[in-house]
């Protein structure tokens, strides 16, 4: 597919914010990282209907990166709910180069790599950090393999690396923020601590000198198919549902009310890394964003929207 089959409409929109807007945070992609996203030729299915959401899916995530890089943003902030974490602290990658590869749903590496490498800004995410801290959210940072900004690459994985293989910019520098594992089985308790530290990081970024755009990575529910590694859930179409009404809407119930009583039974790594988002949107003014789902699809077991939002 094509990535300049974007709707007319979502491509105006954001080539008048790239003119038009006026605060550093310049837009935010929801971005799923499963591997039928990535490559839908390799999905070992006969399921015509499934073929067809999973290459819209793969479509979607292609149109999101164009839209990212009419935004030209020269940094991107990217959460993760797969990255290396901690039990309990949000945390920042301070290494100057990340490196990772993912493979595809039903083909793995070494026949489908799918290899990314990028610049992490260590320096803008030790600000961020030491920002943060001072406003006493629960977050630190990681090296890998030695100091602040050394030259070993930080290891990636598909929660970063599928998001990036589609946004991936010459100009763009890269923020890594991944998600406490607590996430698995406090996911709702966190929503105030989600929220704050969504409104604490907005004000953060709008005092960098530079066009920043936000990316989430996060699946929708993951209990479709009783085949599936989690079972069913009767929750998970009204999960994906609920947040696809978010995403489009930025509707509070519809994320904070009726997706956070559904995602314990319907199993989503992307409800934290929403809410955080949500939280950055209610810093600006909900009324400010536009909103626009692209793709909000289960070809398998697992959810997956594309979603983008500038102002």
Same mark, same amino acid.
């Given at each position: 597919?094509?990535?300049?089959?974007?709707?007319?409409?979502?491509?105006?929109?954001?080539?008048?914010?790239?003119?038009?807007?006026?605060?550093?945070?310049?837009?935010?992609?929801?971005?799923?990282?499963?591997?039928?996203?990535?490559?839908?030729?390799?999905?070992?299915?006969?399921?015509?209907?499934?073929?067809?959401?999973?290459?819209?899916?793969?479509?979607?995530?292609?149109?999101?990166?164009?839209?990212?890089?009419?935004?030209? +943003?020269?940094?991107?902030?990217? #959460?993760?709910?797969?990255?290396?974490?901690? *039990?309990? %602290?949000?945390?920042?990658?301070? @290494? =100057?180069?990340?490196?990772?590869?993912?493979?595809?749903?039903?083909?793995?590496?070494?026949?489908?790599?799918?290899?990314?490498?990028?610049?992490?800004?260590?320096?803008?995410?030790?600000?961020?950090?030491?920002?943060?801290?001072?406003?006493?959210?629960?977050?630190?940072?990681?090296?890998?393999?030695?100091?602040?900004?050394?030259?070993?690459?930080?290891?990636?994985?598909?929660?970063?690396?599928? +998001?990036?293989?589609?946004?991936? #910019?010459?100009?763009?520098?890269?923020?890594? *923020?991944? %998600?406490?594992?607590?996430?698995? @089985? =406090?996911?709702?308790?966190?929503?105030?601590?989600?929220?704050?530290?969504?409104?604490?990081?907005?004000?953060?970024?709008?005092?960098?000198?530079?066009?920043?755009?936000?990316?989430?990575?996060?699946?929708?529910?993951?209990?479709?198919?009783?085949?599936?590694?989690?079972?069913?859930?009767?929750?998970?179409?009204?999960?994906?549902?609920?947040?696809?009404?978010?995403?489009?809407?930025?509707?509070?119930?519809?994320?904070?009310?009726?997706?956070?009583?559904?995602?314990?039974?319907? *199993?989503?790594?992307?409800?934290?890394?929403?809410?955080?988002?949500?939280?950055?949107?209610?810093?600006?003014?909900?009324?400010?964003?536009?909103?626009?789902?692209?793709?909000?699809?289960?070809?398998?077991?697992?959810?997956?929207?594309?979603?983008?939002?500038?102002?």
């Amino acid at each position: 597919f094509n990535v300049c089959m974007a709707t007319s409409e979502v491509i105006c929109c954001f080539l008048c914010a790239l003119l038009c807007v006026r605060s550093e945070v310049v837009g935010s992609f929801i971005m799923p990282h499963g591997g039928i996203a990535l490559s839908p030729a390799h999905f070992n299915t006969t399921n015509e209907t499934t073929k067809y959401e999973a290459w819209m899916l793969h479509k979607a995530c292609l149109q999101a990166g164009y839209l990212l890089r009419q935004l030209n +943003p020269e940094l991107i902030v990217l #959460s993760t709910p797969h990255g290396l974490a901690d *039990l309990k %602290q949000f945390m920042f990658y301070l @290494n =100057s180069q990340g490196y990772g590869f993912a493979d595809t749903d039903n083909c793995v590496c070494p026949s489908c790599c799918y290899n990314v490498s990028v610049p992490i800004d260590a320096n803008t995410s030790l600000y961020i950090v030491q920002q943060l801290q001072a406003f006493g959210a629960n977050v630190s940072s990681l090296t890998a393999y030695g100091p602040l900004g050394n030259d070993e690459q930080f290891p990636l994985r598909w929660g970063e690396v599928i +998001p990036l293989y589609f946004m991936q #910019s010459q100009r763009s520098r890269v923020v890594i *923020l991944s %998600q406490p594992s607590r996430r698995y @089985n =406090s996911d709702v308790a966190m929503i105030p601590e989600l929220l704050q530290l969504g409104k604490q990081l907005y004000a953060i970024l709008q005092t960098l000198s530079e066009r920043v755009v936000v990316v989430i990575s996060g699946d929708l529910a993951h209990t479709h198919l009783p085949d599936g590694p989690y079972g069913y859930s009767n929750a998970s179409e009204p999960y994906d549902m609920a947040c696809g009404l978010w995403a489009s809407t930025l509707n509070t119930s519809a994320l904070l009310v009726t997706a956070a009583g559904l995602v314990d039974k319907a *199993l989503s790594c992307g409800f934290t890394g929403f809410v955080l988002l949500h939280g950055m949107f209610q810093a600006a003014g909900l009324a400010n964003w536009k909103a626009e789902v692209l793709a909000n699809f289960h070809p398998s077991y697992y959810g997956m929207m594309v979603a983008a939002f500038t102002r």
